[in-house]
C-alpha cells in the first residue's frame, strides 16, 4: 500500500509533464542556489503561517506535524493564523517574508486553485514559493441526505439526468475544491448541477443532514464521523483506492474514470530560502511520518500520507494547477 502511495505521488501524464516544463523549471533553480547553512537552524522560533482559522482542517494538520517537529527539535514552530480572501492575504504576508528559514508557510488546495481565481495578485505563487513537502491527501466524499435513493455514484448521475431543473449540490463556497468537484463532476457526466454555495463545510453538512440540500462533496476529514454515525448516506469518495476509516466506500473514479480531487495541505518557503536549510526540513517532517503520534491522529482524520521530497512536492503542485486551470477556465468561475 505505501509502495503504491509513492508511486503515485511521482506520476505525471503526459499533459502534465508539458505543464511542468514552464512551472517545475522555474520553481528548481532558487532551490539549488544557496550554499550550506541549515547546519545550526533552527536557532530560534520559526513562524508558520496558515491562511486558514484555527480548528480548521489546514489548522489541525499543520498543528499535528510542528507541534511533534518542534519536541523533537527542541525549538518551537509558532502558528500564525491568518485567514481571509480565500487565503491570499497570508499568502500575500508570507511571499514578502524574509527568506532566512524562519517564515514557512503551510498551505492547502487553494495554492494551486487561487492563481485563476484572483489573476490581480500582488505576488506570483510559482516564482515567490518553494514547495517543500506534501504534508497530507484528504479525498472528499460525496455524501446525499440519507432519504435520498441513492447507492452509487451511477444512481446521482440517474436522479441529476431525470430532474428537469437539474439537481442541488451544496459546496463550502465559491472557488473551493467542493465547488470545484461538482463543476467536474458536471463536466465530466453532462448533468445539470445548480451550485449551493455556503460558507465553509460546517454549514454545507448540516443542511445536508437536515435536508435543505441533498448532495455535496463534503471534506473526508470533516465528514466521516456523521457518515459512520448514520446522518448522512457516503456514496463514493474521490481519492484513488480505499479508505482507511471506509474501506468499503468506492472511489467517484470507479464510475467516473479520471475522477480525483483531494483537499491536499503543503508547506513552503519564500524564494531565496537556502537550499539546505528546505532540504532539512523535508527530512525533518518525513521524518514526522515514522511517528506515531502523528500518524495515530493523521488516520483517525482520514488523511492520507507519503514520504516525498521538495521534487515531488513541486510536480504534484504543477499537476494541481493544471487540473484545477482547467475545471475554472471550463466553470467560467471568477472571484478576484
Known amino acids: 500500500m505505501r509502495g503504491q ?27 539549488l542556489a ?5 547546519q545550526a537552524w ?4 520559526v513562524r508558520v503561517i496558515i491562511p486558514y482559522p484555527p480548528a480548521g482542517g489546514a489548522d489541525t494538520v499543520g498543528r499535528i506535524y510542528f507541534t511533534k517537529l518542534g519536541e523533537v527539535w527542541g525549538q518551537q514552530f509558532v502558528i500564525d493564523n491568518r485567514g481571509g480572501a480565500g487565503g491570499t492575504i497570508a499568502e500575500a504576508a508570507a511571499a514578502k517574508a524574509e527568506p532566512d528559514g524562519y517564515n514557512i508557510l503551510y498551505d492547502a488546495t487553494a495554492f494551486s486553485v487561487n492563481p485563476f481565481l484572483y ?3 500582488s505576488f506570483d505563487y510559482i516564482k515567490d514559493f518553494q514547495p517543500v513537502f506534501l504534508a497530507s491527501l484528504v479525498p472528499n ?22 430532474a ?28 445539470r448541477i445548480n ?56 472511489p467517484v473514479s470507479d464510475t ?44 483517525k482524520l482520514n488523511v492520507d500520507y507519503r514520504p516525498n521530497t521538495p521534487d515531488d512536492f513541486r510536480a504534484f503542485v504543477a499537476a494541481e494547477m493544471e487540473k484545477w486551470s482547467r475545471v475554472v477556465k471550463e466553470a467560467n468561475i471568477k472571484l478576484g
Open 5 to 31: 502511495r509513492e508511486e503515485n505521488v511521482r506520476r505525471t501524464d503526459p499533459a502534465r509533464r508539458h505543464f511542468l516544463t514552464g512551472t517545475a523549471a522555474a520553481l528548481a533553480a532558487p532551490f
Open 34 to 38: 544557496h550554499p550550506a547553512s541549515a
Open 42 to 45: 533552527p536557532t530560534r522560533p
Open 119 to 121: 489573476p490581480k495578485l
Open 141 to 162: 466524499i460525496l455524501v446525499v441526505n440519507k432519504d435520498v435513493p441513492a447507492k452509487t455514484v451511477a444512481d446521482v448521475i440517474a436522479l441529476a439526468k431525470a
Open 164 to 191: 428537469p431543473d437539474g439537481i442541488d449540490f451544496a459546496s463550502s463556497g465559491n472557488g473551493t475544491v467542493q465547488h470545484l468537484s461538482l463543476e467536474m463532476f458536471r463536466h465530466m457526466t453532462g448533468t
Open 195 to 250: 451550485h449551493i454555495p455556503y460558507r465553509g463545510g460546517g454549514p454545507a453538512l448540516n443542511d445536508v443532514i437536515g435536508g435543505q440540500v441533498k448532495f455535496f462533496f463534503s471534506n473526508g476529514s470533516a465528514s466521516i464521523g456523521q457518515v459512520q454515525a448514520g446522518a448522512v448516506k457516503a456514496i463514493a469518495h474521490t481519492g484513488r483506492g480505499r479508505l482507511r476509516t471506509a474501506p468499503d466506500l468506492p
Open 256 to 299: 467516473i474514470p479520471g475522477f480525483e480531487a483531494y483537499e491536499w495541505n503543503g508547506v513552503f518557503v519564500p524564494t531565496g530560502t537556502p537550499g539546505d536549510i528546505i532540504g532539512k526540513l523535508n527530512a525533518g517532517l518525513n521524518a514526522m511520518l515514522k511517528e506515531p503520534a502523528v500518524t495515530d491522529r493523521l488516520d
